[in-house]
């Protein structure tokens, strides 16, 4: 796991209890729950068809963008 990035988050006191909470009972770290959680809303929209349209869109839109300012197309 040496390869992982480091970011802060703000909670609500109540959603930070319930972090540690299922933490104790699990017997893992705080960081390993809100890592899981994470892992899994990406992998629910990833397989989202409607998150993937938008996907798709914003980065055609990146990509009109970077050519209109003479950015070469990968």
Same mark, same amino acid.
Request: aromatic share 4%.
């Given at each position: 796991m040496s390869d992982?990035? %480091?970011? %802060?988050l703000r909670l609500s006191p109540l959603l930070f209890?319930? =972090? !540690?909470?299922v /933490?104790? =009972?699990?017997? =893992?770290p705080m960081a390993e729950v809100v *890592? *899981? +959680?994470? #892992? #899994?809303h990406v *992998? +629910? !929209?990833r397989d989202d068809p409607a998150f993937r @349209? /938008? @996907?798709f869109a914003h980065l055609e !839109?990146? !990509?009109k963008t970077g050519e209109a300012l003479g950015e070469p197309s990968p």
């Open positions: 992982l990035k %480091t970011t %802060t209890d319930e =972090v !540690r909470f /933490a104790d =009972v699990d017997g =893992v *890592r *899981r +959680a994470v #892992e #899994e *992998r +629910a !929209r @349209a /938008a @996907a !839109r990146l !990509r």
